[in-house]
């Protein structure tokens, strides 16, 4: 298979922002600046990449990895493929328990790829599936529950015949619309241990770009969330471009409104002095058409129009899958930006912290922390956590250390002088907040997770083909970063609600015979090949499986799952357990409490090509090839990967 461009990979996915520049005016230091600080070149090199760790990990760190019991995996690895179907290593099984167009209520009607429509679109299972969680139902809670399935953006060139790029009709851009938000979908598994869906469980539920959602907190009712449709400012029009997200201790998930720029078109035709359109500028948002051109059918997407809409947009959501009367709630407390990932943690305090991404190069990473503390079997307390708290973004120290930097109105210079007359104004314009602050700009910070014994944080950085050496500094260590890295964070204290923490860099990935790769100092002749790592989980004992997201491009091979231990003989060495079909990414690997069972989301199989000419005809065998739920098993129920 030919190595797909980047190109071809981003137009739906993030709208161009991957090649073109946002209004960012922060300057990075020089790499010399940076040594200067510290060390000399040859000796920061020789820190990231020889077998000694740049930090010597706490005591505290060692005893806990230790008990978590990290060790290698027993399985023998896939390899890198180009082949149209999901391989995993021999002794497991793969089924599809849902995919694009699956009815999920009595009276949806079938999938009818000849003739989409956006009245079934809204009944049945959404486009591209991102983050994927598992709540269970009922008591064992190990082979019953509900499925929370982000559906991020669509593919209309895969979803209709002969798509007219430029001119959709309003049927199409009514479908795609319906086809975004998430998924609640009952699952269970039968006696043979094949996972099925649930047509017609009470818990079903579709939440689409027309679904009505509640801004809370700071930004709430802001004069520039305020539209000619909703002069509140509070009640919006459904959720874009859900990538990654979390679950919270209260039984809610969290989905996060990514690559919401693309949607929106016009902005240059505010003017000039208003000081809108420069926001929207940092956030990317075109001066002209947008690519979809939705603004064609849906005035609310013509910010010359509607120049408030599109801070409706770039939001964590808060929703309730036991509930579907529930109203998904923004909470603007948590900041707007291209959020990826909303990892929550409960401090010993029981105060809650929620970290995330930008997922854009050279953005930030931020967390969150909760004025009020969590209250457990206390639901209606609990879910008001997300709407008072301090937003902090992310500057890592030449020497290992880090600082988190509080996002507050009147800290530095957050104020009037800046643009910044409140929190609300901070919260609005999260990017230029953080820009001001002097963050750390990142290689597109991905899912960030915490380990679940250490709590030590793991931070993925995708890629970043854009850095220059001039802009090269040790938390992104490598000049056109086409392979990623992860960054390991230890919190002052192992208090995630500290502001200040070390830092070292994990993995720096690619191919293992490149010499900018390191593995956390494990043989690199025994490691996978792995690119352009995007999400992240944990298993029982700690080990770290690491979903891709442009592997075809980077590698020239598809996309796939790994697995790496982060603690004792075997931690950095990466095997990979899961390849994907053709033009696909990976997503959202959740595992069920009794980890018998991993479920991965296989998004946009076939991207890159077209419906008459189709790279992929997964799952099915047929065109068009559809985004999936995939569960994988032991074939004689034992843990994945034990």
Known sequence: MERLPFLQMCRWKCGWACRTETANPSQAPTLEQVLQEAFTRREFLRGILGAAIVLGVPEWFRRAAEASGGTGVPFIPVGLSRDDRVAVPSGYLTRVVVRWGDPLFRDAPPFNPERLQPEAQATQ????????????????????????????????ELMFPGYPAGRPTREMVDVEIAAHGGSVVEVRAGSDGNWVYVRESRFNRRVTG???????????????????????????????????????????????????????????????????????ARYGIPGGASERRWELHHPRFDVGREPNEPFRFGWVVEVDPYDPTFVPRKRTALGRFKHEGATVVVTRERRVVVYSGDDERFEYIYKFVSSKTFRPGDRAHNLTLLDEGTLYVARFYPDGTGEWLPLTFGNGPLTPANGFRSQADVLLNTRGAADLLGATRMDRP???????????????????????????????????NRHGHILEIFEAGGDHAATRFRWQIFLLCGNPADPDTYFAGYPKERVSPISCP??????????????????????????????VPVSGSHRGRVWQFLSGPLGCEICGPEFTPDFRTLFVAVQHPGEGGTWERPL???????VPPRPSVVAVRHREGREVGS
């Open 125 to 156: 299972f959404g486009y591209n599936c991102d983050f994927v969680s598992f709540l269970p139902l009922g008591r064992r809670g190990g082979d019953r529950g509900l499925l929370w399935v982000n559906h991020e953006y669509t593919n209309p």
């Open 210 to 280: 027309e679904t009505l959602c509640l801004m809370t907190g700071p930004a709430a009712g802001h004069e520039w969330t305020r539209t000619q449709e909703d002069p509140s400012g509070v009640r919006v029009r459904g959720t874009l471009n859900n990538c990654a997200g979390g679950v919270t201790p209260w039984g809610t998930v969290l989905t996060c409104e990514e690559n919401f720029h693309q949607y929106f078109g016009n902005a240059g035709q505010l003017p000039a002095d208003d000081p809108r359109r420069r926001v929207h």
């Open 446 to 480: 991905e899912d960030i997770e915490a380990h679940p014994v250490t709590g030590t944080v793991y931070a993925v950085c995708t890629n970043n083909d854009r850095r220059t050496l001039a802009q090269v500094d040790p938390a992104n260590p490598r000049a056109v």
């Open 534 to 563: 995007d999400n992240i989980v944990f298993d029982r004992v700690g080990n770290l499986w690491i979903a891709t997201d442009g592997q075809p491009a980077a590698l020239g091979y598809n996309d796939g799952l790994y697995v």
């Open 616 to 622: 992929s005809r997964w799952p099915d065998g047929a």
